[in-house]
């Protein structure tokens, strides 16, 4: 069991909306799955915990897919969340690392790239699909996102996200907040809260420091302005399967499944996600047929 979790909660009196998770085992697992090294840690991690809190928006069956494409050394991040605290993600180029910025941080904007887009894709389950996309505008991801809402959803957010990497190449923290202002909110207190998000600790130290994701919160907002809704479970989780696939496969048409047969004398599949491998024989791609 994860001890990862996402706290859905209102400050101000409803005036300003909050979620903030911890995903250090979340991250944890992608990494293990696809070996990624630091940089390519911190970018996955920062995208995979800010889709995991964007799930935490959504209701029911709903789903996302977040795509940041900044034409780095990376190539693509993607992530996808639903409303029930799972996520899964994967990057083009896993193994993607460099040396230490100026300020001593991994460099997260060399490895994405800035020259791209950051796209959402939410499928709120009635045949309809909601899409809105915005520019890469530092690579960071954190400062990314809070542009994303500015400009595609309209609603005023401030996205912190960290991801904190051990010698060993594991995860030794992770995790985020993102705040979002209501419609007709105080103009003091949006003021008092920008005064605060600029001089508060970075996330990343916070999380260091075990902070859970409550205790994120107040170190934001005064204890007594904030009323906690409801805590999430959050894991890495995939539903891929074999069945999944041989759907795919046989979406493919008979003369490639016809070509496997005869030159592979059966099939196999990879999940993009989470690595997973899937064997075929050579009757299971004949009954397809």
Known sequence: MTTDYITKALAYRGQIRVYSAITTETVQEAQTRHYTWPTASAALGRTMTATLMMG?????????????????????IIADADAKGHVRGYVTNPQTHFPLNDVGKLDVRRAVGVDGTLQVVKDVGMKDYF?????????????????????????????????????????????GFIIQVMPGADEKVISHLEDTITNMTPVSKLIDQGLSPEELIYEIFE???????????????????????????????????????????????ECHFCRNKYQYSEDELKALL
């Open 223 to 269: 204890k007594e302005e904030v009323q906690i809704l409801e805590n999430v479970p959050a894991s890495f989780e995939c539903k891929c399967g074999h069945d999944k696939f041989l759907k795919a496969i046989k979406s493919l048409g008979e003369a490639e499944i016809e070509d496997m047969i005869e030159k592979d004398k059966g099939a196999e599949a």
């Open 56 to 76: 935490a928006m959504l209701k029911g069956d709903q789903k996302l897919t977040v795509t940041i494409n900044g034409n780095g050394p990376i190539g693509q």
């Open 131 to 175: 899409s809105g996309s915005s520019p890469i505008v530092s690579g960071e991801i954190g400062e990314d996102f809070t542009y994303y809402f500015a400009k595609s959803e309209q609603v005023p957010s401030s996205v912190g996200l960290g991801v904190l990497v051990n010698p060993d190449n594991s995860i030794k923290a992770a995790g």
